[in-house]
């Protein structure tokens, strides 16, 4: 009797379930989006390509606005399963993650065997929408964002939150089970360095080019839901005297930052879409690279509070105040 | 061979500080401001750096002089308070309490909060009650990203009900006894990078801000090490009044109270053992908040407090568990006070080699044991006569124990824990 | 003047660095110095560390502290002081086979909670810069109620010069992950590399199986992170992951004898237990190429970062950062991240209330550890990435996609594979395969072994398999060519197979 292993055979069958693991369907809420190239205007006459995203009805529509960040996806709070539709109008592949949630990944690796998408890819100009799709989306604040070239592609604005909430009630609800809120906003922290997306406009990005690798990295604008600071911007209306008002704090910038409500402190209830059991009350706070915090507030005095960054991104490379401020307006 | 130069320099700066007046002298207490209400002003001055620079800053201060950090006020929980705020800036400035219901008149009105004008013109007037106690914070709420790097930084402390400095037994941070202890201190971190202090003493606010933030500097209570070893309101550092020594016998509770005064965070490490956090931003760790006491408290040997932030941590060191007599006993020597009974008598583990194989810190006593100095080589500066034991305390993002360019220094200071037999005065 | 100095080194070492330094070293030290290391037997007649002999809970180690080199996951070499193993070297050859023996990061010490460590550590200078005679020493980062004696810092000590010995005594009452580094000129040795993974397993591993914790029974082999009373630490599989970073200006400029520069330290290597990615999965021993300089090339860089586990399983990682410059925060993508652990300390409240949390990153800065578990039972089997958030770092300084990252490969615990295959002497062959509940399994087969096979279903699939009862099956193909009937041994010999999921 003799025995034998015949290694040929044994990578066949995993390749095979790999080509089912992608399920076509699509059932609970589902988006279009599209990764396009879009120009912003910063103070001082500035102008920085960006990537983002844009809000689509439809594959191939080529329509609705590229922001950065990219359009809020909220997640119904009785779905549990959440689509993106992919359309890449941009100059090299992309793909599409959310830390926090659990999916099945299928790395695309370089011809040197490094990783360069931590899940399957959308192809630049592609015909055909490519799907990500997460099937256990529970309440909280994430962060979906670029799985490809992450050192790159982060930087260049690729990201964007989904929201779901266990209850809704009008504008109001529980963002996570007997969590109350009667309003909610998303407060988005990002980062700019010129240099970098200069670089990746003119094709100056890559190996044996201008920039050859994001080490350099240096921040110089600090913006939050997509804009710096400037004197004279109008506050953000966030909910009245009384009432129990729901900050999701995101941060996809490469920094930590530490928001900080002046004259206000806040109960922070949950970290990357995970519960905490015994929320703290704080006046500082840090939020992290890629991290979600969400936070209650109850002003009992009407009127303009000013969010700011304690780690004092404030300027706008060199003109102040700028950065990241931000005024929040609580009514009667 | 010029770092060689510049260590030999450090050490011979050390050996210099630590000769005019060693740890003995330092506080084992808090120093500040006692009242409810205070006449701040913001001042221009400058501050000596552990390696002998001098950085021009603004602080907040009580008197003619500008200090750094601005006097730590000590509230009592409940009783109101009224700061009246005159500026000596070139520029307007301010002052904001996280976790305060602060309620401001007169100056002008700025982003955060009411600003008073440079020279003196006016004079803004903040008031709030501290309804609850701990360890909280105060600065500038004006251009912060300059202003909090000049300087304009300080601690407050709000005394639970009860307290009685004179009875020991109300020493609570808060108003449960897991929060009782024997000793505190102050650990405020900050950090500087002094080419913006450079640029606004020559006015160039805009220069300032535009620099890639690069601080070369890091302080405990205003100090580098090693001044952070000497005592309060040592004569060397005129606008530097607080030291950051820290002294306990063997089973005392310390308290320390560290406030993140600077921008970024510090993994502060504790040598000799864990602490317990209970508390944050002045709010006890506790599941039942007023009823379960520090239920909720985290042990850990390294700490970073959020910028803004304040955590209140208790140490406790009992030299238990070592395996060996720290004490140095025979079995029939009679214990120490605390000592622990499974390790009485047992000798030292270890043969210790011979002199010229090895190089002593200034402050080891010539032996491993509590309370007994043993003999050290010809030139050792003998610091350590009462033979405490002594551990650094420190930032660990490490490059934050240098003073610019020379090692050692920055964030960084040293706890003692002294036998029973040397008191430590209050 | 900088290449003045470049060109004399190089001189020297590819004549006679190596007599050399030994001669400076001999001269520069007196007559005592010598390697002594101290391994005292147990004699105490007392089992402490729960595994039911009473005369072996003493440790002895002897790690060495000097100089050497490791390459970098761009290929850039790097000059660093480390610490080598010297365990099991006689003494009398330790300094002969430990210079230039800095590996990175420092070998992993692991021991167990009721044991006594005995750690030798010889100063075995730095054969580079013989005009240093730094001491080095042993902080164990967190001994918990540490004397100053044993604590590794300088200035409350007595720290071994070059080419002596010094005997580290610890007690070992707590589990925990910590970490260990020199404290001497702090800030410089620690930049330099010398420093390593340290944790310590409870002795609740050692309790008698089916022993009740809090109704958790407990079973030979079962592993905790904590002696945490009720199976709430427990896993299967634990890796040390040491964040750590250099800065190669830093690095050169100790090789080249030039003022450090300490105040423009910033790390451009951003690494986990010693490597960058892609270096993080290769399972190989790196070598450096000292031979570049001169010197032999050595094994400097033992410990690769490839995370494996079988999917259901609990993976802890003993997080940890000893990184000079900052904080980085590290997420794992895919897979829940429950913190059970910071400190070396359970997150376990007095009154035994869990105070685990669920994240999707942490952040350390140096000197902090936290202790992780992945649950891999609701994850798809797969690889997965653990990487810094702090994307820059995703680099091996210039070089792109790196820097601290590195690969989870959760495994099908019953793969679809053939796990054996048998000739029989009837001349059939039996091919054995896992189970694959609620899956249609085919098996195919094509003669020959060319490239690309032409594969035909076996009929009936599903008959004639025995099914073990031990999540295995078996099947015998006897030939499914009609024209074969009548077999003869050797008939199928040259089948290829496979099995495939419907």
Known sequence: MRTKYIPVLILLAVLSIVAFALPNRASGVEYFLRADTVVVNLPGGVNVTMWGFALENAFGETSGTVICPGPELVVPSGDNVLTIHLDNNLPEVTSIVIPGLTATMTPVRRPDGRVRSFTHETPSGNTEAVDYTWNNVEPGTYIYQTGTHPGKQVQMGLYGVVRKSFSEDGSGGEVYENVDYDSQKVIFFSEIDPVIHEAVANEEYGTGLTVTSPIGYKAKYFLINGKVYENGDPALPIGGVGQTILLRFVNAGLKTHSPMVNGLETLVVAEDGKPYKYPEKRFSMTLPAMKTKDVLIAPSTAGTYVLYDRRLYLTNSGSAPGGMYLKLSVND | MKTDIFKIMAIASTFAMMLFAPWLVADAKINGLMGTSFNLTARTGTIYTGEGNIIHVWGYTAGPKMQYPGPTLILMQGMPVTINFTNNLPVATSIVFPGMDVTATGGTTGLLTNEAAPGGVDEVTYTFTPTRPGTFIYYSGTDMDLQVEMGLVGAIIVRPMGFDHMMPETWRAYGHDDSLYDHEYLILETEMDHRIHSLVKQGKYNEARAIDYFPVYWFINGRNAPDTMLNDFHPLFPTQPYGGMVMMHPGDNVLLRIINAGRDLHPFHTHGNNFEIIARDAILLESVPGVSGADLKVSDFTTSVSPGGTEDAIFHWTGHGLGWDMYGHSPEDPPEMGEDPNDHGKPFPVIIPEQQDLTFGDMYSGSPFLGVAGDLPPGHPGLNEAAGFFYMWHSHNEKEMVNNDIFPGGLMTMLVVLPHSVPIEH | ?502
Not at chain 3, 2 to 22: A, D, F, H, T, V
Not at chain 3, 109 to 124: A, D, F, M, P, S
Not at chain 3, 388 to 398: D, G, I, K, P
Request: charged share 20%.
């Open chain 3, 1 to 502: 003047m900088r290449l003045n100095i470049e060109i004399k080194r190089i001189q020297i070492m590819k004549s006679i660095l190596i007599p050399l330094i030994i001669l400076m070293l001999c001269t520069a030290l007196p007559a005592g110095a010598a390697v002594f290391s101290q391994n005292p037997p147990d004699t105490d007649g007392i089992d402490t560390d729960g595994d039911g002999i009473v005369d072996n809970d003493h440790i002895y180690l002897h790690m060495s502290a000097g100089d050497g080199f490791v390459n970098m996951a761009d290929g850039r070499l790097m000059y660093m002081f480390g610490f080598g193993n010297a365990t099991g070297i006689p003494d009398g050859m330790v300094m002969m086979e430990q210079m230039l023996g800095s590996e990175f990061p420092a070998p992993t010490i692991k021991v167990r909670e009721g044991q006594k460590l005995y750690l030798n550590l010889t100063n075995v200078g730095m054969m580079l810069r013989p005009d240093l005679f730094d001491p080095h020493s042993v902080h164990w980062h967190g001994f918990p109620n540490a004397a100053p004696f044993f604590d590794g810092v300088p200035d409350a000590s007595i720290t071994i010069n070059m080419m002596s010995t010094f005997t580290y005594f610890y007690n070992i009452i707590e589990p925990g992950t910590f970490m260990w580094h020199c404290h001497v000129e702090a800030t410089e040795h620690m930049q330099m590399g010398m420093l390593g993974n340290l944790y310590v397993l409870p002795k609740q591993d050692m309790s008698a199986p089916a022993t009740s914790l809090s109704g958790f029974i407990h079973e030979k082999g079962f592993k905790y992170t904590y002696n945490d009373e009720d199976g709430s630490t427990y896993y299967d599989v634990d890796f040390p992951i040491q964040l750590s970073a250099f800065d190669p200006d830093f690095h050169d400029a100790s090789l080249n004898v030039q003022p450090l520069p300490f105040a423009l330290m910033e790390d451009k290597y951003s690494m986990i237990n010693g490597r960058g990615y892609p270096d993080t999965i290769n399972p190989a021993v790196l070598w450096n190429t000292a031979s570049d300089e001169g010197l032999m090339d050595r094994p400097s860089q033992p410990v690769n970062s490839l995370i494996t586990a079988k999917q259901g399983e609990k993976i802890l990682l003993r997080f940890s950062s000893l990184v000079t410059t900052h904080y980085y925060t590290v997420t794992v993508l895919g897979i829940p991240m429950k913190v059970i652990g910071t400190g070396a300390r359970p997150l376990i409240s007095p009154s035994g209330e869990h105070l685990f949390y669920d994240t999707a990153s942490i952040t350390l800065g140096g000197g902090e550890a936290k202790d992780i578990i992945l649950d891999t039972s609701a994850v798809e089997p797969g690889t997965y990435f653990l990487y810094t958030t702090n994307m820059n770092y995703l680099s091996n300084n210039e070089e792109d996609f790196g820097g601290m990252m590195t690969e989870i490969v959760i495994d099908d615990p019953y793969p679809l594979q053939i796990l054996s295959l048998i000739y029989n002497e009837d001349g059939s062959a039996t091919l054995t395969c896992y189970e694959q509940p609620g899956k249609t399994v085919n098996i195919e087969w094509a003669d020959g072994y060319t490239p690309t096979p032409s594969w035909n279903q076996v009929d009936n699939p599903a008959l004639d398999r025995v099914h073990h009862g031990d999540g295995t099956w078996s099947w015998t193909d006897f030939g499914t060519d009609p024209e074969m009937l009548g077999l003869k041994p050797g008939d199928v010999l040259s089948r290829s197979y496979r099995v495939v999921v419907q």
